[in-house]
């Protein structure tokens, strides 16, 4: 299944069994209920998600499209598209943290 969020719109998961996510377009965040470690994908790049937690997927630019495909069995997948994932202040300065690392062309292994 292919997903493009618009800036400020996020998605929610809740996999019934492991997916992958594989980021077609775009910074592709992924936060994970009862887990602090955020992953960040960008065009190319995919990873396998458990199936044990909910799942926040948005967009690192505040202007930019992301696109990714989710496959796998899902439980449940809702797209917010009423921009309640709206920047906060903390999400803000991550936000232009991760864009500056990006954009250096540094990466984490």
Not at 14 to 24: D, E, F, Q, S
Not at 54 to 70: A, N
């Amino acid at each position: 299944m292919q997903i493009t969020l618009h800036p400020k719109e996020g998605a929610t998961m809740a996999p019934g069994l492991p997916v992958r996510i594989h980021c077609l377009a775009g910074t592709l965040w992924i936060t994970s209920e009862r887990d602090s470690n955020d992953r960040v994908l960008t065009p190319g790049q995919s990873i396998e998600l458990p199936a044990t937690h909910r799942q926040y997927l948005s967009s690192v630019g505040r202007h930019e499209l992301v696109s990714f495909d989710v496959s796998g069995a899902l439980a449940r997948i809702s797209v917010n598209r009423s921009g309640a994932t709206a920047a906060s202040p903390a999400r803000d300065g991550v936000r232009a943290w991760l864009q500056g690392v990006w954009s250096s062309g540094w990466r984490v292994a």
